[in-house]
C-alpha cells in the first residue's frame, strides 16, 4: 500500500470511525492496537496493509465501495478548501470578527487534516487584533497538529512565521528570530504556498536589522534578490528595496543605497504603495543627512511626512522625527530639534516600538550633550541603554553605554569606568554574534 493510498484510507476510516461515535479504543483489540489504529487514520506510511483491511473489516467498510467514499471525502475537502480560503480573504481584507466567527462555526475536531489551517487561520485573526498571547497558544497548536495534515500544505511553516510575527510585535526579537528561522527549515519547496518562504526571508532580514546583525540581514536580503522578479507581492518587493538601501546606508555604501532606495521609491509610486514611499524617502533622507547634503534631506524628510494621510499606522514617524532632529541639532537649529525628536519618542511610547523609541531616546541623548547639558543627556541613555539590555538590543547597547561613559568622564570616575567595563562586555557578546566589533 503505497503513502497516497493509506492518507486516503485513513481519512476514510476516521471519518466513519467518528460518524458512529467510536473512540480509538473502542476499535482495538489483540490484533491491532489503539496506537496502530491512530497511524492508519493519519496515513502513517510503514502501516501494513493488512492492519488496514483489517480495520476496514471491522467497521465493515466494503473495499469495493472504497474509491466512491474517497471521491466524496475529496469533494468535502474541495468544499471546505474554497470555505477556507474565503475566510483566508476576509482576514487580509481585515474583516477580522467575521472571519472568527466563521472559522468558530465549522465542526472540525482536532483529528480533522484541516484542523491546523483552521487553526492557523484563528490565529492570524487574533494577531489583527493584537491577542498575542492567545494568538501564541492557537498558533503552537496549529504546529503540533500538522504532523497529521498534508505536510506540503505549509501550514507548519506559515504557523511559525505568524508566531514570530506575535514575538516581534512583543519587542522580543530573539524569539521572533528563532520561530523565523524554524519557518524556514519547515518550509517544503514542493508545497502549497511558496510565498510563506519570502515571508520568513523578509522577517528574517528585519528582524537581524533590528538587532544590529546588518550583514547577517545583508545576506538574507542577497540572496533572495534574484528571485524578485518572480514575487507577485509588490509590497514585499519594495520591503526588500528598503532593507537593501537602509542596510547599504548603516554600511556606509552610499552610492548604492540612493541606486536601491531612488528605484525602489519609483515602483512605490507606481504601485501607489504609500507606506513603502515613506520608508524609501527617510532611508533616502538619511543617507543624504549621513553626507551633509542637509537641504536634499530635508527635502527628503518633508517628502515623506506629506504622506501622513495616506499611512496604515503613525509608528513611523518615531525614525523620521528622530531623524529631522539630527538635522536640525547639525543646522543648530535647536528648537526645531527638541520639538521633532519629543515627537519621535511620544510615538515609541504610543506604539512601545522598542528597536525605534531606543534610536530617539539616543537622540535626545544627544540633543543635551552637544549642548553641555550632561545630567539631561545621561538620563535619556540610561533608558535607552535600560531598553536595549532588556531587549538584547546589543549595538545599540554599545553605543548607549559610549555615550553614558562621554558623559561621565569629566565628573566621575567610578562612573565612568563602569560604563566602559559594561562596554567591554556587550563587545564580547558582539563578537560571538557576528557583530562589527
Not at 487580509?92 to 466563521?102: F, I, V, Y
Not at 506559515?158 to 518550509?187: H, I, R, V, W
Not at 526588500?240 to 547599504?248: A, H, I, P, V
Amino acid at each position: 500500500m503505497n503513502p497516497l493510498d493509506i492518507h486516503e484510507i485513513g481519512e476514510i476510516v476516521r471519518k466513519v470511525r467518528k460518524e458512529r461515535g467510536l473512540r480509538l479504543e473502542d476499535l482495538a483489540d489483540e490484533n491491532i492496537s489503539p496506537a496502530t489504529i491512530s497511524n492508519i487514520e493519519r496515513g502513517v506510511p510503514h502501516v501494513s496493509m493488512k492492519k488496514a483491511h483489517y480495520l476496514l473489516s471491522k467497521l465493515d467498510i466494503d473495499l469495493h465501495n472504497l474509491p466512491d467514499l474517497i471521491m466524496k471525502e475529496q469533494k468535502e475537502h474541495q468544499d471546505l478548501n474554497f470555505q477556507l480560503l474565503s475566510i483566508e480573504s476576509m482576514c487580509t481584507t481585515q474583516h477580522t470578527d467575521k472571519a472568527l466567527h466563521t472559522l468558530e462555526q465549522l465542526d472540525i475536531d482536532d483529528g480533522h487534516p484541516y484542523a491546523s489551517t483552521v487553526l492557523y487561520l484563528i490565529g492570524k485573526c487574533h494577531i489583527q487584533k493584537k491577542n498575542w498571547k492567545r494568538a501564541e497558544r492557537i498558533l503552537f497548536k496549529a504546529v503540533q497538529l500538522t504532523n497529521q495534515g498534508d505536510p506540503t500544505h505549509n501550514i507548519e511553516a506559515a504557523s511559525l512565521a505568524e508566531l514570530g510575527l506575535c514575538s516581534y510585535y512583543q519587542n522580543d526579537l530573539d524569539s521572533a528570530l528563532k520561530y523565523t528561522e524554524n519557518g524556514l527549515t519547515a518550509f517544503d519547496p514542493q508545497g502549497d504556498r511558496p510565498h510563506v518562504q519570502f515571508v520568513l526571508k523578509q522577517n528574517k532580514a528585519v528582524y537581524l536589522e533590528r538587532l544590529g546583525r546588518i550583514g547577517e540581514s545583508m545576506r538574507v536580503v542577497e540572496s533572495v534578490w534574484e528571485s524578485l522578479p518572480f514575487i507577485d507581492e509588490s509590497n514585499m518587493v519594495l520591503t526588500f528595496y528598503w532593507l537593501r538601501s537602509e542596510l547599504l546606508r548603516r554600511s556606509k555604501v552610499y552610492e548604492d543605497a540612493i541606486l536601491f532606495a531612488t528605484e525602489g521609491l519609483e515602483k512605490a509610486r507606481r504601485n501607489t504603495n504609500y507606506n513603502l514611499m515613506y520608508d524609501l524617502w527617510t532611508v533616502l533622507g538619511s543617507v543624504y543627512m549621513d553626507n551633509e547634503n542637509w537641504d536634499s534631506a530635508k527635502t527628503c524628510f518633508n517628502r515623506a511626512l506629506e504622506l501622513e494621510e495616506f499611512l496604515s499606522s503613525k509608528h513611523k514617524f518615531i525614525v523620521t522625527y528622530a531623524r529631522l532632529g539630527v538635522l536640525y541639532i547639525q543646522l543648530n537649529a535647536w528648537e526645531d530639534a527638541k520639538i521633532v525628536i519629543e515627537k519621535s519618542i511620544q510615538f515609541g511610547k504610543e506604539y512601545n516600538d522598542i528597536p525605534r523609541l531606543t534610536y530617539a531616546l539616543h537622540t535626545m541623548g544627544d540633543f543635551y550633550r552637544l549642548q553641555g547639558e550632561s545630567q539631561e543627556a545621561i538620563s535619556y541613555y540610561q533608558h535607552c541603554y535600560e531598553l536595549c539590555h532588556q531587549h538584547h538590543l546589543k549595538e545599540k547597547e554599545y553605543q548607549a553605554l559610549l555615550r553614558l561613559a562621554q558623559c561621565w568622564e569629566e565628573t566621575n570616575e567610578v562612573e565612568f569606568q563602569k560604563h566602559i567595563r559594561n562596554m567591554y562586555e556587550v563587545q564580547l557578546q558582539l563578537n560571538k554574534l557576528g557583530g562589527r566589533f
